[in-house]
């Protein structure tokens, strides 16, 4: 599976857009980039996945580059209860996926 | 999405005991996995468990050390045997679902080894 690389952490404002970069550059043509977070003291939780097109759902959108060799993670409206670590993996399709998490990103939403 | 459960949410545990720890999921599912998240780390994967087979483990894991059992396909349990203060750690427990394929996780049981 591609190796992906995180910002350690990142501030935002509350109410503000959160924008959190992710690079997959050695990504290739069957493996989709996977979002979760990690609010402190809970199991991660999935947010949005992706192979090629934009993806939006009502938690996040996930935009990917067309070279696919990087996507960002959209917030649209940032609030306390977003603080959380978040963490982009690349992974193929397949059944049995094994999830490989990386430092992910430690974001902070500030009031 | 499914719903997981698991038991303990924590624990205490003396040092040379075992602990089972069981997930319980509100659907069918086939594959199952167990992950470790040591204090302060990322999660790393411990085996993956399908019902009516041998649960495959990751590098570094071992089956006498974290007998897992997959009896059926709601339901899974790990055991952290002969339990160091090196295994406090939060234990998380994940299903994968289909139509696409995405994990989701458990609460976790934290677990800390005196």
């Known amino acids: 599976d591609a190796k992906t690389t995180q910002p350690p952490s990142m501030d935002c404002a509350e109410g503000r857009a959160a924008n959190l970069p992710c690079n997959h550059s050695?990504?290739?043509?069957?493996?989709?980039v996977y979002w979760y977070r990690q609010i402190h003291s809970q199991g991660p939780q999935y947010i949005i996945h992706?192979?090629?097109n934009n993806e939006t759902n009502e938690m996040a959108s996930l935009i990917i580059t067309e070279d696919r060799k990087s996507s960002t993670l959209i917030l649209p409206h940032a609030t306390l209860r977003d603080t959380a670590v978040y963490y982009c993996i690349v992974i193929s399709g397949a059944a049995g996926n094994k999830l490989t998490f990386g430092g992910g990103t430690r974001v902070l939403v500030k009031p | 999405s499914a719903v997981i459960s698991q038991k303990p949410s924590r624990d205490i545990c003396q040092r040379g005991t075992s602990l089972t720890i069981q997930c319980q999921v509100d659907s069918q599912v086939t594959m199952m996995f167990w992950y470790r998240q040591q204090p302060g780390q990322s999660l790393t994967l411990i085996a993956t468990?399908?019902?009516?087979?041998?649960?495959?483990?990751e590098s570094g894991f071992v089956i006498d050390k974290f007998p897992i059992s997959r009896p059926n396909l709601t339901f899974s349990t790990l055991t952290v045997s002969n339990m160091s203060p090196e295994d406090s750690s939060i234990y998380l427990c994940?299903?994968?679902?289909?139509?696409?394929?995405?994990?989701?996780f458990g609460p976790g049981t934290r677990l800390l080894v005196l």
């Open positions: 994940s299903v994968e679902q289909t139509g696409p394929e995405t994990q989701y």
């Open positions: 050695t990504i290739s043509g069957n493996e989709y």
């Open positions: 992706g192979l090629k």
């Open positions: 468990a399908n019902q009516g087979s041998e649960a495959t483990y």
